[in-house]
């Protein structure tokens, strides 16, 4: 029986080593929101995929669907993850983390799909002050994409393009207030 190819773009969200020289990476597909892929022998030297994949770069993806998961036939890197900063790391390191915890099975979920990626623009032209702000606002719609977030509903922060200084000072201002909403959320999620 074959299989058919399936052409997404992704985001790589976490990464673990298994076997001899293969790896599972969990994957944010623009197609299939987030999906478990194995990458066949990624850790040798000689793997011709091993350069495009690194952990939260923004990657062309090439896909098969297996018995048990995804594997990877195909990847190129859009995004190369060495140009971005230290605090793009950090941040998304806490961000891919709510991310599998949250999401379970795969399903498109377009709006978050289209702030994963804006924040490979977004990040390197926010000013450092304003990334905890830029970290409220991102998680509050991870929250309220999902379905989860009871808090305040004020309309800048689901508006189609939030990312601007404007409303990251407002969100400083009543920073306290956000991160309380944002706890109380999670912890409702019992997840």
């Known amino acids: 029986m074959e299989h058919q190819i399936q052409h997404t773009k992704a985001i790589v ?4 080593n298994i076997e001899e020289s293969s790896k599972i990476l969990y994957l944010f597909t623009k197609k299939f929101g987030l999906v478990h892929a194995k990458g066949q022998a990624l ?15 923004l990657v062309d993806v090439d ?11 195909g990847a190129e890197e859009e995004t190369s993850v060495f140009s971005l900063s230290e605090d793009f790391f950090s941040f998304m390191e806490r961000f891919s983390k709510l991310i ?13 799909w289209k702030d994963l990626v804006s924040l490979f623009s977004i990040f390197p032209h926010t000013d ?11 998680v509050v719609r991870l929250l309220s994409h999902l379905g989860y977030w009871g808090g305040s509903t ?32 999670l912890e409702q999620t019992q997840l």
């Open 13 to 16: 969200l976490k990464i673990i």
């Open 43 to 57: 850790r040798e030297e000689r793997s011709k995929l091993r350069s495009h994949l690194n952990l939260f770069s």
């Open 63 to 73: 896909l098969v669907h297996g018995k048990s998961l995804w594997k990877i036939t």
């Open 100 to 112: 599998l915890r949250l999401c379970h099975g795969e399903e498109a979920e377009d709006k978050i």
């Open 128 to 138: 450092k002050r304003f990334l905890p702000a830029l970290e409220i606002l991102i």
């Open 154 to 185: 004020q309309d800048f922060l689901l508006s189609d393009f939030p990312f601007q200084e404007k409303y990251y000072e407002d969100i400083l201002k009543r920073r306290r207030f956000f991160v309380d909403l944002i706890n109380q959320s």
